[in-house]
């Protein structure tokens, strides 16, 4: 059985490609094969083969299957801001229609345990009036939510559920990831989390000094995302 989720996160820089890194690593040591799709970056690094982007790599190493860096990252765009604009200024119309096609054929390859990562939250522009969440709305995928720990956290993780609910889709689980660690009252508002989220917490990553996808592997527990695995 094949296993598809979308990667979004609370904000930006809160650490999903860390958390999507983890998660493929865990589902390689259960000896599931995996795959990922980053279907749009911006930031991206210039090299002799292209422009390449960090995330993508990083999502790329923890692939079992023989994936292309442009299978897994077919948009690239070079400036650090955010997509929709990037692509306005390479002259790219940035659609579902651009994105669809690429993430299609990455969950036609039929890894055990595949991962799509968005960029920044859930309603992140696109051209026009449509947002990234419009992808995994046509692809019917379920997700995962990255939680960036810190103030305010509590009410972006609830309307960032909310919408996902109110656009169809299921939240099939969610991780804390640590953001800042000066965060008052840590403990409630973990439990504040895990009581009103209506999915399973796949763990909590506290800040680590290395977190390398094996080490962050450690702290998720694919088992509540899918008792199967």
Known sequence: MTRAYFVTGTDT??????????????ARMAGLSTAAAKPVASGCQRSAEGLRNEDALALLGECTLALRYEEVNPLAFEP???PHLAAREAGVVLDVEALHGPV??????RADFTLVEGAGGWRVPLA????????????????ILVVGVRLGCINQALLTAEAIARDGLVLAGWVANLVDPQTSRLEDNLATLAERLPAPCLGYLPRLAEATPAVVAGYLDLGLLDPGI
Do not use: Q
Not at 16 to 23: E, F, N, Q
Not at 104 to 109: E, F, P, Q
């Open 13 to 26: 820089e809160i650490g999903k490609t860390t958390v999507a890194a983890g998660l493929l690593h865990a």
């Open 80 to 82: 650090a801001i955010a």
């Open 104 to 109: 299609r054929a990455i969950l036609d390859k």
């Open 128 to 143: 026009g009036r449509a947002t990234l969440a419009d992808l995994p709305i046509a692809l019917n995928l379920p997700v």
